[in-house]
């Protein structure tokens, strides 16, 4: 079984500041780790994904996340927070060695930024 | 254009009536996931299809059903619907599961 947490349902940053958004999850085997973001009225898109090797991945839209199995996290960040970023985060898991394994989302995070 | 086609985008109906959502995965993906998107639930997994065999099952309530045609086209029904069952409601295809998952843009269902 998974479980993934966000900590912090809502998070504010002034444009051009650092974006912090936090997961950690629960997972009984090694885990394939996500982050998808959805603005108002769309669906969800993929950021970024973290499946084996280096554990910094880099997404779009200057985000990036690293995978630490110690802490059990997968923390989202960008250097710069940008208007158009506003958007709710979701960061998923499911489950390595289970090809097509149903994704597991943590309950989101709103992101709003600041002029 | 995400590839992956949901419809209809909207659709407001009664309660007790019964609706069915419509999604086509992406081309060549053979797996189609369900999910409910809520306000006091969040993205809840409700059911996955592989290749047009029924793979899981989640928080799936009786009154809903779904199926996958040769095609890989998928349908989720709803039955006897009440005012919970108000909430966006997202389908998913993968080809691999480790690719990621593409989301359709989600049918928003009103039970007034």
């Known amino acids: 079984a998974q479980s993934v947490t966000q900590l912090g349902s809502h998070v504010s940053v002034s444009e051009g500041a650092l974006v912090l958004l936090r997961c950690n999850y629960s997972s009984s085997v090694p885990p394939y780790l996500f982050w998808y973001v959805q603005y108002p009225n769309q669906g969800l898109q993929l950021l970024l994904k973290?499946?084996?090797?280096?554990?910094l991945v880099k997404g779009i839209n200057g985000f990036e996340a690293e995978f630490k199995k110690s802490e059990t996290s997968f923390h989202l960040t960008k250097p710069s927070a940008h208007m158009s970023d506003a958007a709710e985060y979701f960061c998923a898991v499911t489950l390595r060695g289970t090809s097509y394994g149903k994704l597991t989302f943590g309950q989101g995070t709103i992101l709003t930024v600041h002029p | 254009d995400s590839g992956v086609t949901q419809t209809p985008k909207h659709l407001i109906t009664a309660t007790g009536q019964r609706v069915t959502l419509r999604c086509s995965p992406r081309?060549?993906?053979?797996?189609v996931y369900w999910y409910q998107q809520s306000l006091d639930q969040g993205l809840q997994f409700l059911i996955q299809?592989?290749?047009?065999?029924?793979?899981a099952k989640g928080n799936i309530l009786e009154r809903f059903s779904a199926q996958q045609f040769p095609d890989l086209h998928s349908e989720l029904n709803l039955s006897s619907l009440e005012l919970g069952d108000s909430a966006l409601y997202f389908c998913?295809?993968?080809?691999?599961?480790?690719?990621?998952?593409?989301f359709g843009s989600g049918t928003r269902l009103t039970v007034v």
């Open positions: 973290y499946t084996t090797g280096a554990t």
């Open positions: 081309s060549g993906d053979l797996s």
């Open positions: 998913a295809s993968t080809a691999t599961g480790v690719g990621g998952y593409t």
């Open positions: 299809y592989y290749n047009g065999e029924e793979r």
